[in-house]
């Protein structure tokens, strides 16, 4: 009798890459519950230490698009070893500055070590994984989840020592994560097809690819607007109540978010798209998610209310990321790690405009506003998911049974 494919059976090598992937995760939430601990050491406004996500994914962003054609001449172990080199160096760096614009910078070459390397491992852990794309792209997300939920954990827990902690602790996990990529990434050494210089630009040409890269660009705007701004309302609020919020009791919470989101990025996704189909699943998330912030923006003034929405957001976050990369996945006839790649080149130009602006709205507008342009972003998502779902139609019906589904869903080339 034919195994049902399982996302515990799996080869060595993926099982490496993924841990690599949860630690270059918690590179993005580690540094959430020290922000308000940099403003305060470094004399830094709230602004500037925003702008220690903004450096990070705007690299991020733009090396994507070029990531395709660099993995295409290096292999994918070389350019998975120089994205991992990179993010050392850097988050070692970053924990030895002394001013936020160091930090800034040094958080720049880490989001290009981290460009290399994510946009890399999943095309990876997609072509080498066993039971087709849904199972490599659930645990690519529990990766994700993981990274996510233990970043914030870790960011608060050494960032109660120093705010220079969660930088090292960082730099030393990923130092690990490079040796068992050295040591477990064995196969042949082949590197993937040719990819022009240019592919990643001229991806944007597929109108499915275009209409999904669009709707995260907004998604990822709202998405980090909550993860890169809520630390400062939240320590505020408490403050107010007159409690003490520091990077450990952050950490407590965005571990809280984390962890909703790996839940539902491994369980409840998969359940959902199954049962209702992709498209709609995005629909009702997008909605659950700006009413979230709605919420957020209305109860600024409220503890309880701010973390309570942060974890739960989480839950819908989770399902979110998940449904967005597997609708990537199957969407277009594009090489793996073109389409990958140039995806998240668009949607995380959303994640560095967040932070850059959300500081600069909050002094103008309100402590409030920047949720409500985070909601309003996100019904931008489904204004064009809406308008382009002619180029997903295919995608539009629910999948009868697991097993059709991993049919529809294959593993294709590997890369």
């Known amino acids: 009798m034919e195994q049902k494919p399982s996302i515990l059976r799996q080869p060595t090598a993926v099982w490496a890459i993924a841990f690599a992937c949860a630690v270059s995760f918690m590179g993005i939430g580690l540094v959430d519950p020290i922000l308000p ?163 990643g630009f001229t991806a944007l040409r597929n109108p499915a690819l275009l209409t999904l890269a669009v709707t995260a660009l907004f998604y990822n705007y709202g998405f980090f607007t909550l993860l890169a701004y809520s630390p400062y309302p939240i320590e505020a609020a ?55 912030l709605a919420t957020m923006a209305a109860g600024v003034g409220s503890a309880p209310v701010l973390i309570t929405v942060v974890i739960v957001a989480g839950l819908f976050l989770g399902v979110l990321n998940t449904a967005l990369t597997e609708t990537v996945m199957e969407a277009t006839d594009l090489p793996r790690n073109v389409a990958s790649s140039t995806y998240s080149g668009v949607r995380f130009l959303g994640g560095a405009i967040a932070p850059a602006v959300s500081g600069g709205i909050a002094e103008a507008m309100g402590e409030g506003a920047p949720y409500w342009f985070g909601f309003a972003a996100l019904l931008v998502s489904i204004l064009v998911l809406a308008v382009g779902k002619g180029t997903l139609a295919h995608l539009g019906r629910p999948h009868g049974t697991a097993q059709e589904e991993a049919q529809l869903i294959t593993a294709g080339d590997e890369v």
């Open 238 to 292: 408490a403050a107010d109540a007159g409690m003490h919020f520091g990077a450990h009791e952050l950490g407590l919470v965005f571990f809280g978010w984390g962890t909703a989101l790996a839940i539902t990025s491994v369980f409840a996704a998969p359940l959902l798209t199954r049962r209702f189909g992709l498209l709609p699943v995005l629909y009702s998330m997008f909605a659950l998610l700006a009413a979230s």
């Open 37 to 199: 601990a940099i403003s305060h050491d470094l004399d830094a406004s709230p602004s500037q230490t925003m702008l220690l996500f903004t450096s990070y994914l705007l690299i991020t962003a733009v090396a994507m698009f070029f990531s395709g054609f660099i993995s295409s001449r290096l292999g994918v172990k070389r350019t998975l070893l120089a994205g991992l080199t990179l993010i050392v160096v850097f988050a070692a760096l970053a924990g030895a500055s002394q001013t936020v614009d160091q930090i800034i910078g040094f958080r720049a070459g880490w989001g290009l070590g981290n460009a290399l390397f994510i946009s890399t491992a999943l095309a990876a852990i997609v072509g080498a994984a066993s039971g087709g794309s849904r199972q490599a792209v659930i645990l690519y997300e529990a990766a994700l989840g993981i990274g996510m939920a233990v970043g914030p954990l870790l960011g608060g827990a050494l960032g109660e020592v120093a705010w220079q902690g969660p930088f090292f602790g960082t730099a030393a996990l990923m130092a690990v994560a490079l040796i068992a990529i050295v040591v477990l990434l064995r196969g042949p050494a082949a590197a993937p097809a040719p990819v022009s210089i240019t592919a």
